[in-house]
């Protein structure tokens, strides 16, 4: 497995981003996804020092990036604050319970749970064990919230997007999802035939990481409001 490492920091316009350093990579890259945020990707070799540089001399290019991802959603209707302090308070009362269970049920222990609101990533999870969580994910269907709370408690053991950081992931979603379809939880029958239509389309993927791949695609078509 090549060797890798990362670090994080907070631009004061984009959010957070991620510096990863591995043995695989053979030059510098910068990619902007609308789930995972931005990630800095360089050769191990390469210091920190210079992967924020590197990040700085195309920052103009990721605010754009950004900026044509969300073009899609430009007709979607600007929340008031009085909206936006109502999802904050459903993501309080019903985010921290769902995801001290998930953890429970997976054997991780983090340390704090703090409810934001970003434009830019659903979720964080830093060194020290502290989980930052979106107060958008209220607004996503009960499967797809689980995905971002079991990705983020999958990095408590991995802080990069390594492979061992995929295998982990896809291997708890796939016991989460068969948990979901055969009614070991109690979720609703629109939230169940969602996971079983996950299922199918994971299946039949050819991505490397098939349920970590559908689910994240499908993520795409709810905007960060």
């Known amino acids: 497995m090549p060797k890798t490492s990362s670090k994080k920091f907070i631009d ?6 991620t510096l990863r350093k591995s043995a695989a990579s053979s030059r510098m890259s910068i990619r902007v996804h609308p789930v995972k945020g931005v990630t800095v990707t360089v050769p ?28 899609k959603y430009k007709d979607v209707p600007v929340p008031s604050s009085a909206e936006i302090e109502a999802l904050r308070r459903q993501a309080k009362a019903e985010l921290p319970p769902r995801l001290r269970e998930l953890a429970l049920r997976y054997g ?16 964080s ?33 991995h ?16 016991d989460h999802i068969l948990k979901l379809m055969s009614g070991d939880m109690p979720v609703s029958e629109g939230d169940r035939a969602l996971a079983v239509e996950i299922a199918r389309k ?24």
């Open 12 to 17: 004061p316009q984009i959010g957070e981003v």
């Open 44 to 71: 191990y070799i390469v210091p920190y020092a210079a992967a924020q540089l590197f990040f700085q001399a195309r920052r103009d290019w990721v605010i754009r990036t950004i900026a044509r991802q969300s073009e």
């Open 202 to 225: 994971g299946a039949t993927s050819k991505a490397r990481y098939p349920l970590d791949y559908t689910i994240t695609r499908a993520i795409k078509q709810f905007p960060l409001v």
């Open 159 to 174: 802080q990069n997007h390594g492979q061992a950081f995929h295998l982990l992931l896809e291997h708890v979603l796939t």
């Open 125 to 157: 999870c830093s060194s020290k064990g502290n989980i930052n969580l979106n107060l958008n994910i209220v607004r996503l269907p009960r499967i797809f919230q689980d995905y971002v709370l079991l990705h983020e408690l999958c990095h408590l053991r």
């Open 108 to 123: 991780f222990a983090y340390n704090n749970v703090t409810i934001k609101h970003n434009a830019t990533n659903w979720g």
